[in-house]
């Protein structure tokens, strides 16, 4: 008798193709998010919700330009200039986002990517 192989399963212990499956799918809600913003920006914050929920599901980790997107603490949609503040703080070297619906500041940190970009310049500057 042999032993029957089971599926790769990552540490969540959900499978990889069920993984993949939630990140596309809130892939896809974010897309009809930012479709439905004009018309309907309850049902954005809806899609916006049950795609931070599909990911604490299947613990798949939002994408970054994904999770900027959407407040923290209220799960609306943010769409700078209409329901939320950009600004960047040089002091703090972040950027700070805030939510016109909660009222609540929150902060992306930019100086790995400030870093990274300066690596690859010096890198380029180097080989000349």
Known sequence: MM???KPARSRSG?????QKIALERIGILFA???REFGR??????RYAGLARKIGMRYNV????ELRMRFCRYCLSY?????NCTVRTNSRLRSVEVK??????ITRFPYLREKLAKRKKYNGKKQNK
């Open 32 to 34: 009809l998010a930012a």
């Open 40 to 45: 309907h920006p309850e049902r954005s914050d």
């Open 61 to 64: 980790r939002i994408p970054k």
């Open 3 to 5: 032993k029957q192989e």
């Open 99 to 104: 939510c016109h619906k909660c009222g609540r």
């Open 78 to 82: 943010l769409v700078p200039g209409r």
């Open 14 to 18: 959900k499978p990889q193709w069920q």
